[in-house]
């Protein structure tokens, strides 16, 4: 798969992560149609080592920028996916095959190695985390204020595609509490929600549990629409650090 970069006389030292996840998934072409396929991932079904399940797709933030590293390993009795970033920023993202009105939750499981040094997902410089999970959704966006509207349609000029209408990430991180919103540094169209990151977090497996559309609506303010994709992303190109984490299975499960 190709990605352009920005041009040269545009380009900037930071690449907001939010615009390049979006614009990769958008350019990505999936290996299977949604409907086909139960959402989620079995990561402990897969024998280690094997190739990175069908319909994922590990995708960078720009041409010749390097890639965050996904391979499935063994750890105990089961497999899960371990991510390695090295001054990279990629994702391993699928196409949006989630029904919210009946799996409105996602169930997952995730453990981070060690906090980012010098990472601070309020400063677009320092924005980087070593586990997220990622959702973007379709919308109307005609209701979006002008300056929003301007917003997306330079990441259009700079990316080549259109952006979705909202981005919500569940993250990892130790510069604010767990259950902070933050927005990204570059859009409030990206809203991110600290879930890990605790003294003692580090180096344990974590099971977590939200509910994707309650969490959109108390942060948009509206019901979301579909989901278009939903994925990981594990990054250090910002700090230019390396970090290391690892994904259990994914499910959608019914409400509350």
């Given amino acids: 798969m ?30 299977i149609h949604a409907q086909d ?12 080592d094997a190739p990175l399940p069908a319909g994922w797709k590990n995708l960078p933030v720009a041409h010749g920028k ?11 009795h089961t497999t899960v996916l371990q991510a390695d970033a090295n001054r990279s920023a990629s994702a391993l993202m699928h196409e949006g095959n989630i029904d919210l009105v009946r799996t409105p939750v996602v169930a997952w499981r995730w453990k981070a ?10 400063v677009g410089s320092k924005e980087d ?4 999970l990622v959702f973007t959704f379709d919308g109307d966006k005609s209701k979006l204020s002008l300056f929003d509207r301007a ?45 890990s990151g605790l003294p003692g977090d580090a180096g344990q497996w974590q099971s977590l549990r939200r509910n994707i559309v ?16 939903y994925g990981l992303l594990t990054d250090t190109d910002n700090t230019g650090t390396t970090t290391r984490a690892w994904y259990g299975d994914i499910q959608f499960l019914p409400g509350p």
């Avoid at 390097?66 to 105990?76: N, S």
């Fill in 151 to 195: 917003k997306m349609d330079l990441a259009k000029r700079l990316g080549g595609e259109e952006l979705p209408y909202a981005t919500l990430m569940y993250i990892w991180s130790t510069t604010a509490a767990p259950g902070t919103v933050i927005a990204n540094p570059h859009t409030d169209r990206v809203q991110m929600i600290v879930v």
């Fill in 214 to 229: 309650q969490d959109y609506e108390r942060i948009f303010h509206e019901p979301p629409g579909q989901i278009s994709g």
């Fill in 66 to 76: 390097p890639t965050t590293q996904y391979t499935l390993v063994r750890d105990g």
């Fill in 113 to 122: 190695e060690r906090p980012i040094e010098g990472a601070d997902n309020r």
């Fill in 37 to 48: 396929e139960k959402p989620g991932i079995a990561f402990s079904t897969i024998e280690p």
């Fill in 2 to 31: 190709y990605l352009p970069s920005i041009p040269r006389a545009r380009k900037r030292t930071v690449r907001p992560v939010w615009l390049a996840v979006c614009t990769a998934l958008l350019l990505s072409t999936p290996a």
């Fill in 129 to 132: 985390a070593p586990a997220r």
